[in-house]
Nanobody, 119 residues
Framework: QVQLVESGGGLVQAGGSLRLSCAAS????????MGWYRQAPRKKRELVAG???????YYADSVKGRVTMPRDNAKNTVYLQMDSLKPEDTAVYYC?????????????WGQGTQVTVSS
């Protein structure tokens, strides 16, 4: 079991920055990858950024160049640093963690944090 707690959302003007945090606890040693997803009203949840246990990162085309996903292994925390925010970045952002074993995959989710970008 893994527990994820997100923080850092809020209201920001277009062009501004926000930094989201996701602190993991529990069986963190087994986490193979973590990701940030977002879901805007009436849209499907989409992957924004991800990082694997070996440090390989992924960024969606829509945020590439504006977003980074640093991590602090000592704190079991990943971040989503978002710059040059746009109104279309408005969504609820969710942190996820994946534990992959030989016979199953388990995904864990945080409670979500609202990001609103005003024009």
């Amino acid at each position: 079991q893994v527990q994820l707690v997100e923080s850092g959302g809020g209201l920001v003007q277009a062009g501004g920055s926000l930094r989201l945090s996701c602190a993991a606890s529990g069986d963190t040693i087994w986490i193979s990858a973590m990701g940030w997803y977002r879901q805007a009203p009436r849209k499907k949840r989409e992957l924004v950024a991800g990082i694997t246990s070996d440090g390989t990162t992924y960024y969606a085309d829509s945020v590439k160049g504006r977003v980074t996903m640093p991590r602090d292994n000592a704190k079991n925390t990943v971040y989503l640093q978002m710059d040059s925010l746009k109104p279309e970045d408005t969504a609820v952002y969710y942190c996820s963690a994946r534990i992959r074993s030989s016979c199953r995959i388990d995904d864990y989710w945080g409670q979500g944090t609202q990001v609103t970008v005003s024009s």
